[in-house]
């Protein structure tokens, strides 16, 4: 069964920096794509970016570019999320997920990190 | 602001068929791109309900349809349940964006 398990709550000050992660098992890591998705409070999802566990390569929503950085360890099967020069607006909580097929719908979810900045 | 437009609310009693509009435009759903739709209960993260803007996974009770016409899909729930009530996302992808995925500002579903 496919689990994707992400790191614990954090709070962080204005101007900081948060790295997420999200461990996956279950299935071949380097197989599929992650991409982070986030929801602020009563708020909608939206699209942060993906990398490629296999390559590194990544893409970037244009609005993060800049503040966003996605990396993958493979030996741990694991995904990092890190965003830059946090402001209050960013906080959410933060998902990440893999698409199922070549359509990128979502299957498996991690249970998402909130990620609060405030002074 | 969200590239796809949802109504922020929705009801309906139980029994009945309710409606969930996603509006694009055309460079997302107009331009032929699939449309799923996520189904978010409090607390939880999002779970897929319709893939591919029609396929239900397995386990999905087909009382959830989906359909698309032109920039527009829809998302419809029949025999409306108390454990419906949840918000509802749609999803799609953009090619005006990069190779970005785009989502609504999701719906909150209330059963009277």
């Known amino acids: 069964q496919v689990h994707l398990v992400q790191s614990g709550t954090e709070v962080k000050k204005p101007g900081a920096s948060v790295r997420v992660s999200c461990t996956a098992s279950?299935?071949?890591?380097?197989?599929?794509?992650i991409h982070w998705v986030r929801q602020a409070p009563g708020q909608g999802l939206e699209w942060m970016g993906w990398?490629?566990?296999?390559?590194?390569?990544?893409n970037y929503a244009q609005k993060f570019q800049g503040r966003v950085t996605m990396t993958r360890d493979t030996s741990l099967a694991t995904a990092y999320m890190e965003l830059t020069n946090l402001r209050s607006d960013d906080t959410a909580i933060y998902y990440c997920?893999?698409?199922?097929?070549?359509?990128?719908?979502?299957?498996?979810w991690g249970q998402g990190t909130r990620v609060t900045v405030s002074s | 602001q969200s590239v796809l437009t949802q109504p922020p609310s929705v009801s309906g009693a139980p029994g009945q068929t309710v409606t969930i509009s996603c509006t694009g435009s055309?460079?997302?759903?107009?331009?032929?791109?699939?449309v799923h739709w996520y189904q978010q209960l409090p607390g939880k993260a999002p779970k897929v309900l319709i893939y591919?803007?029609?396929n239900r996974p397995s386990g999905v009770p087909d009382r959830f349809s989906g359909s698309k016409s032109g920039t527009s899909a829809s998302l419809a729930i029949a025999g409306l349940q108390a454990e419906d009530e949840a918000d509802y996302h749609c999803?799609?992808?953009?090619?005006?964006?990069?190779?970005?995925?785009?989502f609504g500002g999701g719906t909150k579903l209330t059963v009277l």
């Open positions: 999803q799609s992808y953009d090619r005006s964006l990069s190779g970005s995925q785009v």
């Open positions: 055309s460079s997302n759903i107009g331009a032929g791109y699939d």
């Open positions: 591919g803007t029609r």
């Open positions: 990398i490629s566990p296999d390559s590194g390569h990544t």
């Open positions: 997920a893999r698409p199922t097929d070549y359509l990128n719908w979502f299957g498996p």
């Open positions: 279950g299935y071949i890591f380097t197989d599929y794509y």
